[in-house]
């Protein structure tokens, strides 16, 4: 295991079924996960991710391979041992999963009364943990009685009511309006900060992503197709999974070609002030055609993309790219 990883996934494969109705979910997993680290996982329906999450905790026991948590291979554990390896490892759902004939403090409370903590111990904690997601007002509500961003916060306190090392988020966000969605991502990156908890965020939200992940794995036909810094991914995607995701609806940059070739340009906040693509059309004294333009906030900077169809002349296709070579502007040919 590497020195500062806390989750070790290792050839990791999961089948469901048997003989011709055998389905494979995941493929020859590797990944790590650092001490301290919002780490993404990313892919679109169906692609495994929700499977894999899963099998992080044994939820879902893998058909092969290993997973390592803290030190230990979660697949070797007996079910008593198993028991006491999960109180390190929290999880947050999509339907957020609160007992609904228990109040808020209730539900936080239950998974420590199922270790044996004393009630007394377990109250404490709970309204300690109320505090913490910003709802100590609510401790005698029931969840019909909250709101979906409210129920969330819940589950969060929940989850992290045993003190655990891993919080595991599987669609945490996608059942939350966007401005929900923020205070959740929001919380759970202060929980990061603060209590020092490692984050595995499962979404297909690439935002989601770009707002609190270090590092994200793009998982695709139930492999991962690509593991990198949440920057670079976006700088220079390599696979087509990655593409499809950064950009709108998952259409590949193909669909945009409709004439010249097509560039892919790459910029930071530090030159959002300045007008390049103006320029090089002034410059070299031939339009382009924008297909595609956004903007990113990915660890508290501004990335900016395009997607420019350049003239079919080679030669003005050269100096435009050596002008974006003088402007120390990245780019890539899109095929």
Do not use: W
Request: charged letters at 25%; aromatic letters at 4%; glycine letters at 8%.
């Amino acid at each position: 295991m590497e020195q500062n990883a806390i989750i070790e996934i290792q050839n990791l494969s999961k089948v469901f079924g048997t003989g011709d109705t055998a389905v494979t979910a995941l493929s020859d997993i590797n990944l790590s996960v650092e001490k301290g680290e919002i780490f993404g996982i990313i892919g679109l329906s169906g692609a495994g991710k929700s499977t894999l999450v899963r099998c992080v905790n044994l939820l879902e026991r893998p058909t092969a391979g290993s997973v390592i948590v803290d030190g230990a291979d979660m697949t070797r554990l007996s079910e008593a041992e198993l028991r006491r390896a999960r109180r390190s490892i929290g999880m947050i759902f999509q339907g957020f999963n609160l007992l609904m004939q228990r109040t808020a403090e209730e539900n936080i409370c239950f998974p420590l009364l199922l270790a044996g903590t004393p009630r007394r111990e377990a109250k404490a904690r709970a309204r300690e943990l109320l505090e913490i997601v910003g709802l100590a007002d609510r401790a005698g509500a029931y969840p019909a009685q909250l709101s979906g961003g409210q129920k969330q916060r819940i589950a969060i306190a929940r989850a992290l009511a045993t003190n655990p090392k891993v919080l595991l988020c599987d669609e945490a966000t996608s059942a939350l309006d966007p401005t929900t969605t923020q205070s959740i991502l929001s919380l759970i990156k202060n929980l990061n900060r603060t209590l020092g908890v490692t984050v595995l965020v499962i979404t297909h939200e690439m935002r989601v992503v770009e707002q609190i992940c270090n590092r994200v794995a793009i998982i695709s036909d139930s492999r991962i197709s690509e593991i990198g810094a949440v920057d670079e991914v976006f700088r220079h995607p390599k696979t087509d999974a990655a593409k499809r995701l950064l950009f709108p609806q998952g259409e590949h940059p193909a669909s945009f070609r409709i004439g010249g070739p097509l560039y892919r340009i790459v910029f930071d906040g530090n030159r959002a002030d300045k007008p390049v693509v103006a320029d090089m059309i002034l410059r070299c004294g031939a339009p382009v055609n924008i297909a595609f333009a956004d903007t990113k906030v990915i660890d508290g900077r501004v990335y900016g993309q395009m997607l420019l169809q350049f003239p079919e002349d080679e030669t003005v296709v050269q100096h435009m790219l050596a002008y974006l070579d003088s402007e120390q502007i990245g780019y890539e040919e899109e095929r």
